[in-house]
Structure formats: C-alpha cells, structure tokens
C-alpha cells in the first residue's frame, strides 16, 4: 500500500517536473494514510535515492538491468511495470512530460490499467479504496476534464507547473529490482543523440518577439528579429505562419508547437487562437501589437498598441537605440 | 512500404471553447472538423516515404459517421486507401479505442499483409490522452516510439528522430514498427485538383468494431478560470513607442 512516484531523468539527472510529482504524490499518500515511495529506473538513477528522501520518499525502489543505461520508453514502461507488480501501488504518479506520458502510457498498455495524463487536481476525499477523481487538461489546457480513474492501481501523470516542489526530508530505504526484459523492449532505446548547443531557446528566452499572419511574409520577419536580437531575446510564431512556410516549425509558439514562459511575450500581428493561447499563457507579461482592439490577444494581454506592426515595431528598436545612444 | 496511418477526427476551435449543457462534450454547433494536427503531419510522412520506396498508405479512423470527411482529407493529400471503424458515441476512452482499433488493424494484416509501418500523432488534440498509439503497438507486439520529428527507412528500420530537453535522440526501429509523429516533423501538403477527385471516389470501408468499456471515465469538462485582464492600452500607431520602451525598462527587460 502506497503512492509511487515515477522519476524522471536522464543518464542520472533528474528533470525537475520529478520534483512536483514527488510533492504530490506525498500530499496524496498523506492523506491517503499510507506512505510516499519512488521509483527510479536504471543503476546510473540509483544517487537518486537521496533525493526522494528529501521529498519525502520512505523506500526507493530502483530498476535494474544491464540494458538501462539510456532512455528507452518500452524498456522503462517495462521495468515500472514489474516494480508496480511486485508493489501494488494504490497510485502511480508520472511527470507530465513527454517522456512521463510515455512511461506510464507503457505501464498502462503492458499492466491493461487506465492512465489519466495531465491531471492539474485530485479529489481530497480520496482514501484509496474508492474510484480516483481527478481533473486533467484537455486541448493542451485550454479545457478541464472532470474524469474517474477506477482500477486497482490508478495511472496519472501530473500536469507540469501544477504542483511547487516542496521538501520534506525523510530518510529513505532502497530496494534493488533486478527487472527481467526480453529481446521485445530493447528496440526502442536512444541510439544516439547529438547534444544542443548551449544558448537562449525558445522555451527560456527571458523575451519573445512574436509573429502572426498579419506579419504578412517570411521577409516582414526582419524588424522583428532585430527587436529581439536588441532585447536579447528570440523570435517566436504562430502555427498560421509555420502553415505559410515563413518560419520553421521549432519556432512556433501554442499547443502543438512550444509552451514559453518569458518576462514579456510581444505578440505582433497575432490574433490569439485557442491553439496558440495555450502555448503562451503562461508568459509573466503579454505585450500585444495589434490592428484590431477586439483581437482575442488584445483583451487577454496587460497591455496593447493598436496599429500596424511594421510601422509599430521597428519605430520601438528605433526608440530604444535613442536611449541607449 | 505499406503504411497505415490512424487520425482522429477533431473540432477546430477559434478563440473559444465553449462546452454543451450538460457538460459531456465541446459545443460544435459553430465549429469546422479537421484532422488533429499530429496526425495530418503522420499522413503527410506517409506519403512522403511511400513516394520514396513505393507502396501505398492506408488512413483509418475510430469515429462518428461524419468522420468520413477526414479520411476523405488524408485520400486527397496522397492516402490510397481509407478505413472507418464506426461509433454511436462521440468518443471512446483509450483502451476501448486502442482495443477496437487493434483488432481491425489485426484483421486488415490477416486479410492483405503486415503494414510496414503504423502511424500515430503524438497525442489527440482534444483529449490528450497520450495513450492509444502505443497501447494499439504492444497489442500489434511491434516496438514504437512517441514524439517522432523526424521518420526516415534505411533498409528494414525505422529511423526515428525526436527532440529532448538533451537534444536530438535517434532511435532505430525494425520494421514492421509503429511511431506517434509530432507536428513539424514536416509541413503538410495543399491537396490537388486530381487529388481532391481521388478523395471524391474513393470506397471507404467500414468495419465495426467493438472494445470493452476502459477504466477511464468521463464525468464531465469544464472551463479552467477566465483569464481576465484588464488591458492597458499603451497607445495607438508608432508614437507609442516610447511607452512601450517605457514599460520594458519597468519590467526590467530593457537596461
């Protein structure tokens, strides 16, 4: 009887949406009664154990086998899955990641358990004997689902951002799984990868200058590389442009593009479908630049210069060259 | 190179979801259909690679009658071949679907040969559930891989490409594979005149198909909390410039 956290991490560095998940999953064994345990996948994890302690984990149990040494999404699904069996969890907590989706998706389909991903909420009258209610997001959040996970073991994965990490030191025991994987997992692992540069991306620039439809083509993008290059910052874009060819799709900002959080999102041109919204809601400040005042990103930003951005943005680098002589 | 390609048909939303009265599904009343984005790239690598190696791409849905129409896209943008698993609901939780939808896979391989490959997007549009495709995969017993930016084939295996935190992951599949494909992986095609003809003609097949009831259930949506903001208009034209740069240097963006 217990909640486990899934860890995520990579060759032996944790990803910090563990750390939420590690928090709530505490917060649900607590009142739940029962106890917070982990689980970590491969030996080059096993440093992990300290951390989970620090969450609050009272038994780290880690996945071994020679084969986990990189990520592989059926050979950790399988590994989890074998960890589940032998525990009996009442609940299992994933990040919700790309990667944590994946995991538990594969825990789900080999243990023929329902999974909910994205839960933003879990029902506090849970005891775990009943039916967990949880909320997920839909349409990349845009929508909430009111949902029941009814199984034995319940499969979620926790909506990244939802939950703060919060320590609570304890001191952990570990358990060494030594996990069985035949010939039919070892497929899917990373074979290779070619490291990113370092350098501001998208998704950590502290300032992006974005564009819409009503950039107009690929060579209107030009004023606003250059206010974001004066901002340090980068240039984003909606999906109707990555649609037009004007801009390459690691550029797209939205719900099937790249999710920012940026000090200040400068939205040019850019009407603020729900597909975009979600992908840029999450930004401190939204500066939209806009020819309609009733454009859905006008009244959702703090604030908004009405006229046309090729007069507007390249009048603004202009303004901030004066001052900065 | 035979590949099938699943894709669900979706709502597409402007600026506003709105959700029916009682709660059990999104208001359409005003909303066009179309394929959920993953999806339209799958079929667009599709057909890409059986233009390289030859080949034909079977599309297959698991949806209301209606989503006929989106399988009639894919047989426009280059799809030969489209199957309709039909439902009463509007949507089916992910094991039921993935069952359903395994089994007719199942039954279109006994009946014409494996595909070489099946197809996924990353995740439905709507509900997100991250799930079928590879629950569909390990009842079918092939390796699969979510998230895929890039697919190629080199010789019998698939090349997958896909993005992390890290950087750029490959990962090798041997055929017969399956593979949820993300958006940007490549830019869909604009169907053509004799391509939108094909997609009138085209015999859709329909194949019932039936999965138990999973463990996730629908109670009911709601709407997150509205974001209200009272927006600061700064000022109109290139003359605002000035309080735009003003407001930079407040938030501490402009030194």
Redesign the interface.
């Known amino acids: 009887m217990s909640v486990l956290a899934v860890i995520e991490h ?1 060759r032996g560095t944790i ?1 910090t949406a563990s750390l939420g998940v590690l928090t709530a999953a505490r917060n649900l064994a607590a009142q739940m009664g029962t106890s917070l345990e982990a689980v970590t996948v491969g030996s080059n994890a096993d440093a992990l154990a300290s951390v989970a302690g620090q969450y609050g984990a009272t038994v780290v149990h880690q996945a071994h086998h020679d084969a986990l040494t990189d ?1 592989g ?2 050979a950790w699904g399988e590994a989890v899955a074998q960890v589940v069996r032998a525990t009996s969890p009442q609940v299992v907590i994933g990040t919700g990641t ?2 944590g ?2 995991v ?3 825990v ?3 243990l ?7 839960c933003t909420e879990f029902d506090s009258s849970f005891n775990g004997t009943q ?1 967990l ?1 949880v ?1 997920r ?15 034995t073991i319940k499969l979620v ?1 926790l909506a990244n951002h939802t939950v703060d990490a919060v320590e609570a030191p304890t001191s952990a025991s570990n358990t060494v799984h030594n996990v069985n994987l035949d010939s ?1 997992v070892m ?10 540069v370092a350098g501001v991306t998208l998704a950590t620039a ?2 992006v200058v974005s564009g819409g439809r009503g950039v107009g083509s690929a060579e209107a993008f030009a004023p606003l590389e250059e206010l974001a290059g004066l ?1 340090g ?1 980068v240039v984003g874009c909606s ?1 109707a442009v ?2 037009n ?1 004007w801009r390459n ?2 550029d ?1 900002v939205g ?3 790249t999710r920012i959080a940026p ?2 999102y400068i939205a040019c041109g850019i ?5 975009h919204w979600v992908g840029a ?1 999450a930004s401190k ?4 630049i806009n020819t309609d ?1 009733e454009a ?1 990103i ?11 951005l090729h ?2 943005v ?3 680098s ?3 060259r004066r ?1 900065r002589g | 190179m035979n590949i099938l390609v699943c894709v669900k048909r979706v709502p597409a ?5 709105n ?1 029916t009265d009682d709660g059990q599904a ?1 208001d359409t009343a005003f909303l066009g259909f179309t394929v959920s ?2 999806e339209e790239c799958a079929v667009e690598q599709a057909v890409q690679l059986v233009e390289k190696h030859g080949g034909e791409v079977t599309v297959l849905t698991l949806g209301p009658a209606e989503a006929e129409e989106q399988l009639r896209t894919a047989v426009s943008v280059g799809a030969a071949k489209a199957v309709l698993v039909p439902i009463t609901e509007s949507d089916w ?3 039921r679907t ?1 069952q359903a939808i395994a089994s007719v896979i199942t039954d279109l391989e006994n009946a014409n040969g494996k595909y070489d490959l099946v197809l996924f997007g990353n ?1 439905s ?7 079928v495709g ?2 569909v995969a ?2 079918l ?1 092939r ?5 895929a930016k890039g697919l190629d084939i080199e010789g019998s295996v698939a090349k997958v490409r ?1 993005e ?11 055929l017969p ?1 399956a593979v949820g494909v ?3 992986i490549n ?1 869909p095609r604009y169907p053509t005149m004799k391509g939108r003809l094909a997609s009138k003609k085209v015999d859709v097949t329909r194949t019932e198909s039936t999965g138990s009831v ?11 909390p509205e ?1 209200v ?1 009272n ?15 003003d ?2 240097e407040e ?4 030194k």
């Open positions: 990579d990803a990520f999404p059926e790309e990667r989706h994946e538990i998706a594969q789900a389909a080999r023929d358990l329902p999974a909910s991903m994205n039916p209610r909320v997001a839909r349409w990349g959040g845009s929508l909430l689902e009111q949902a029941e996970v009814d199984a994965t039919s497929h899917s692992f990373v074979q290779d990868r070619v490291e990113r502290p300032v901002l910052g999906r990555t649609n060819g799709h690691t797209q719900q099937t593009g000090d200040i009407s603020g479908a729900i597909q809601m400040n939204i500066l939209a005042k859905n006008v009244t959702k930003a703090g604030y908004a210069v009405i006229g046309d007069k507007i390249p009048a603004i202009e303004e901030i001052r | 939303p402007g600026a506003r979801i959700i999104v984005p993953h939780d992910p094991q993935a995740e549009a709507d509900s997100c559930g991250y799930q590879i629950r390990l009842k017993g390796p699969m891989v979510n998230g896909r992390s935190d890290a950087g750029q992951e490959i990962y090798m599949l041997p594979s993300k958006e940007g830019l999973g463990g996730l259930k629908m109670i009911q949506l709601q709407r997150p974001r903001s927006t600061q208009i700064l000022g109109t034209g290139p003359e605002a410039a000035s309080a735009v740069v407001l930079l938030l501490g963006v402009f």
